[in-house]
């Protein structure tokens, strides 16, 4: 076979791909081919540019991405591998003043709800019965509307300016004061379109201390306790908040047994806002008697000391919420927190104030006294089943396994309870409400202490993360069921119809507003399986990550005796607070 000559390349160029350089054809330099060369080159330089500003792009994205993805597992694992608080000493006074405080600011909060159809009826006389009650919800909804900037407020007292003890006293102080007024209020017979006014604007004031009261008790009493008892005591906490329900039901079931209905709509409805004034010196006294959380005192200290460095440097501070919202491990803990509690807060106020109202203004089922009587019993056995579940989350090997058994309960057990509303019997209607308050004291009696550890791997947040997540949830999911949980009942109302034996055509009505709380129930349930991470993750997770938490404890240790050495913090040169985090090996 004969060997192909070789043969001289033409003067025509060769086209190259774009954005690639022809190859060389010839050792000896033709001038055509080299002009050829210089036109490719110069037509696919911008084709060349733009696919790599491309690839740069893309590159710093997947970079960035990186960077959030790395600082994410950094703050996580130095979440897990926080030093325990060794400052517990259960303390009682602080677990008093947040008992006391719980007791009273529910009280004042909740005679509102209870006494819905009377203040309906004194400041939105105009309206028709439904109306008047639509519009007294909604009034209670715009108290909620305000929980979330007192918690915002409360929360850089507690955390950052005097602490938790004297952001108790003042709450108690701002909820007070506007209780008392709404007693005098004159109603809409008098003043007109102004005492509606007047009424939301104090509702509003309520709001704001209820947004910071219930954190600032959660907050003491944990950090106050020892790792072996946080549940419990945590659960008393929210036994008390109960026990607030508890005392206006029992006020408010008084009023009405002891004067007529029509003295309760003329001026009755108001004792019970007077009634706080008996009770605001007594916890004064408790709140006054109270220590500082030492564990705060201390790390607040070292705060501090960075917080001047800062201050020499830029004259400039950022406000706690603002710190809270700057780490995307503290966004997730954030939003994984809200969505935990939208099955809590949405259940205990369909339960402990709107069951009263359906029972006796809405279907008529029985009277509004013997509602009322019914919710005290209860409230009261669910003060019991709580502190039962607080007890039995500390001796488990991670807080939230009651939680996963009672989330599914909580979803069954709403809507079954308006079903068995329906059978129109004594018995049955408590035992009704009886075994959804079991269900949600599973869930309930350990949220205290779970909501507290969180944030405890940085106690000068503490108050704030709390008092944020817990109150957005009730303002989302809390302060919207009363008014969400009449609509959908009217709605269903008109659904409901009775073709002889096909009962289903009744019943499955009634049962519209226990189903949207078991809708909440999968969005909780996802919540705590993939978005909130906790500490007692380390005791029931791998062996790695147990491994490298204490890799961590072991580095976190030696930070802080090389900084004692060194006699205070490093100065920082970014112009915000942020606690010590842990650095992930390579």
């Known amino acids: 076979m004969a060997t192909p000559t070789p043969t001289t390349p033409a003067a025509t160029p060769t ?117 008047q009650l639509i519009n007294s919800f909604g009034v209670y909804l715009a108290a909620f509307l305000m929980r979330p900037l007192g918690a915002i407020m409360f929360g850089e007292i507690g955390d950052r300016l005097v602490g938790r ?27 007109g379109a102004l005492s509606p006014i007047l009424l939301v604007l104090l509702r509003m004031l309520q709001g704001l201390s209820v947004g910071g009261q219930l954190a600032g008790s959660y907050v003491l009493a944990i950090e106050q306790s020892s790792s072996k008892t946080r549940g419990f005591r945590g659960s008393i906490c929210d036994a008390s908040s109960v026990g607030g329900f508890l005392m206006a039901s029992a006020v408010t079931s008084s009023v009405r047994v002891f004067f007529t209905v029509q003295q309760v709509d003329d001026w ?33 200290e070292e705060q501090r000391d960075t917080e001047n460095m800062i201050r020499e440097a830029e004259e400039e501070q950022r406000p706690a919420f603002l710190d809270l919202l700057d780490s995307p491990f503290r966004r997730r803990q954030l939003a994984g927190m809200i969505g935990m509690l939208s099955t809590v807060t949405s259940t205990f106020y369909i339960l402990f104030l709107w069951t009263p109202v359906y029972l006796s203004e809405l279907r008529g ?87 507290v550890e969180l944030w405890m791997n940085d106690p000068t947040l503490s108050f704030t993360g709390v008092a944020v997540g817990h109150n957005v949830a009730s303002c989302i999911f809390g302060g919207t069921m009363p008014l969400v949980a009449t609509c959908l009942f009217y709605k269903a109302s008109s659904m409901v119809t009775f073709d002889g034996d096909i009962w289903y055509h009744s019943l499955i009505p009634r049962l519209i507003p226990g189903l949207y709380v078991s809708i909440l129930g999968f969005v909780s349930l996802y919540c705590v399986s993939y978005v909130v991470r906790h500490p007692h993750d380390v005791r029931t997770g791998s062996s790695k990550l147990r491994a490298m938490v204490e890799q961590e404890n072991q580095k976190y240790k030696m930070k802080k005796q090389q900084q004692r050495r060194d006699d205070g913090p490093a100065a920082t040169n970014e112009g915000t607070y942020s606690p010590p985090v842990a650095k992930m090996d390579p």
């Not at 706080?276 to 006294?285: G, R």
């Open 15 to 131: 086209v190259a791909p774009a954005g690639l350089t022809a190859p060389i054809q010839s050792a000896i330099p033709n001038p055509t081919t080299i002009m050829g060369r210089q036109q490719q080159q110069a037509n696919a330089q911008p084709v060349r540019m733009e696919g790599m500003d491309v690839v740069q792009n893309s590159n710093k994205e997947a970079a960035n991405v990186s960077e959030a993805e790395k600082r994410m597992k950094e703050e996580e694992l130095s979440f897990y591998s926080n030093s325990e608080n060794d400052h517990g000493d259960d303390n009682i006074w602080g677990l008093l003043s947040g008992v006391g405080g719980n007791i009273y600011e529910w009280y004042d909060f909740a005679v509102y709800g209870l006494l819905a159809p009377e203040i309906g009826a004194c400041f939105f006389p105009q309206s028709n019965r439904e109306l």
């Open 165 to 191: 003890k004297y952001a108790l006293v003042f709450s108690i102080v701002l909820i007070t004061v506007p209780s008392v007024l709404m007693g005098l209020l004159p109603g809409y017979a008098t003043w």
């Open 268 to 300: 009755a409805w108001r004792l019970p806002f007077w009634f706080s004034l008996l009770l605001a010196p007594i916890l004064y006294q408790i709140v006054n008697n109270t220590e500082e959380s030492k564990y705060w005192e201390e790390q607040r």
């Open 365 to 451: 089922l029985m009277t509004q006294a013997d509602a009322d009587l019914m919710n005290f019993v209860v409230v009261g056995c669910y003060s019991v089943f709580l502190v039962i579940a607080g007890q039995a989350s500390d001796r488990l090997p991670h807080r939230m396994d009651l939680v996963r058994i009672g989330i599914p309960g909580v979803m069954v057990a709403c809507p079954a309870m308006f079903g068995m509303f329906e059978s129109k019997s004594w018995w049955g209607i408590l035992l009704a409400q009886l075994q959804l308050g079991a269900c949600l004291s599973m869930v309930q009696g350990c949220m205290a202490a779970w909501e």
